[in-house]
């Protein structure tokens, strides 16, 4: 098995499964900072990760969506978990569209503790937001080994002690 397949199975041992992750998501802001910079912007939200993608529902007239409207680059991290990752986030609109049958089965699985309480699947502005990661560093036992993820490439590079 290569580094990158490793770091896959990693990443399912990890997040996969269907279960219901933390990670914080960071935008760039609409609004321009200090000296008209870009501002970013992070905020933690439940994700269900499947084959190199995590997937969030939210709401499609949010802040975080309107960002990612406006530009679609993200960053994530998962909580404790000592992941981090960059990416592409995509709407793919309201839940209950035909087409997205298939991943909203696995989010409310992920999710059924509560979402039904937070999200009204009747409103087409209730969407799924699929973030597509490029790249990823993986941490193993504290810097001691590092997958770096390739994952458009589907490659891999390690630092550190073999694994």
Request: aromatic share 10%; glycine share 12%; charged share 30%.
């Amino acid at each position: 098995m290569g580094i990158y397949e490793k770091g896959m199975a990693i990443l399912e041992e990890r997040f996969g499964g269907g279960k219901d992750n933390v990670i914080g998501l960071a935008t760039i802001a609409l609004e321009a900072g200090e000296g008209g910079r870009p501002r970013p912007v992070v905020r933690d939200v439940d994700a269900m990760y499947e084959d190199g993608a995590f997937y969030v529902v939210t709401y499609g007239q949010s802040a975080k969506m309107r960002q990612i409207e406006a530009n679609d680059h993200v960053a994530l991290a998962v909580n404790f978990e000592w992941f981090n990752a960059g990416g592409r986030g995509e709407s793919l609109g309201w839940v209950m569209k035909p087409e997205n049958a298939e991943i909203r089965g696995k989010v409310r699985k992920a999710f059924e503790k509560w979402y039904d309480m937070a999200n009204n699947e009747k409103d087409e502005n209730c969407c799924i937001l699929k973030v597509a990661m490029s790249y990823g560093t993986i941490n193993i036992n504290h810097h001691e080994t590092l997958i770096l993820m390739d994952f458009e490439g589907k490659s891999a590079t390690l630092r550190g002690k073999e694994i």
